[in-house]
């Protein structure tokens, strides 16, 4: 079954150290995204993707990186430059740009620990 | 700026209540709406896309739909697996992200 999946489900860090997150599609999408999740509030855009090798900043980029080198793969740092790391972090991915754009396939997400 | 508000922001019913859950959006060329289910724990699933006013969809014992200002969920004798928090996004003409409200806990008593 075509979908995306993410990993580690749960994931606990210290202080100062950074971490990856895996984000794998097996959809075909051209773009994906990163979002935060933080209780009561909206999904924050962190990062996306529309092609391989760019990527654009969202809304809440400080303290994250991203890279795009494969279709499948979007993986997501979260750096110890980031001051509140502790979060439900979603991936998703969409057909492409434009129109296609709209629909959002999310992963079953990743929960970060800051301890 | 587009902006996204849903009310209220839970709602707890029994089962066979029917109730509505309101999403208002403030958006420069509106392009889409959408509506999304997320269990605790997991990611969100895809449930409805609304383009223009007027326009109405249905699956199961949801319907959803669209006024230039806002948005509808109607939940129709609701059970207790209905229970989630859904929530609502909206696409603006100015770029290609979605802006998302906070969404609104549905809690469904048998």
């Known amino acids: 079954d075509g979908g995306i999946t993410q990993s580690p489900k749960y994931l606990f860090r210290k202080e100062g150290q950074n971490v990856t997150l895996s984000c794998e599609q097996n959809?075909?999408?051209?773009?994906m995204y990163w979002y935060r999740q933080d209780p009561g509030q909206g999904l924050r855009l962190i990062y996306y993707?529309?092609?391989?090798?760019?990527?654009q900043k969202g809304d809440i980029a400080e303290g994250y990186s991203v890279s795009r080198e494969k279709k499948e793969s979007f993986p997501l740092t979260v750096t110890s430059a980031q001051k509140n790391p502790t979060a439900f972090y979603l991936c998703?991915?969409?057909?492409?740009?434009?129109?296609?754009?709209?629909?959002?396939?999310f992963g079953a997400g990743s929960r970060l620990t800051v301890l | 700026e587009d902006q996204v508000t849903q009310s209220p922001e839970a709602l707890r019913l029994q089962e066979g209540e029917s109730s509505s859950l309101n999403c208002s959006y403030t958006?420069?060329?509106?392009?889409?709406l959408f509506w999304y289910r997320q269990d605790p724990g997991k990611g969100p699933e895809f449930l409805f896309t609304?383009?223009?006013a007027g326009e109405e969809k249905e699956k199961e014992r949801l319907k959803a739909t669209l006024t230039k200002k806002e948005s509808f969920l109607h939940i129709t004798a609701p059970k207790p697996e209905d229970s989630a928090t859904y929530l609502c996004?909206?696409?603006?003409?100015?770029?290609?992200?979605?802006?998302f409200g906070k969404g609104i806990t549905l809690s469904v008593r048998p």
């Open positions: 998703a991915s969409s057909i492409g740009g434009g129109s296609g754009a709209n629909v959002l396939t």
């Open positions: 959809l075909n999408h051209d773009a």
């Open positions: 993707s529309q092609i391989v090798n760019d990527f």
């Open positions: 609304l383009y223009s």
């Open positions: 958006v420069s060329g509106l392009r889409g």
């Open positions: 996004a909206v696409r603006g003409g100015a770029n290609s992200k979605l802006t």
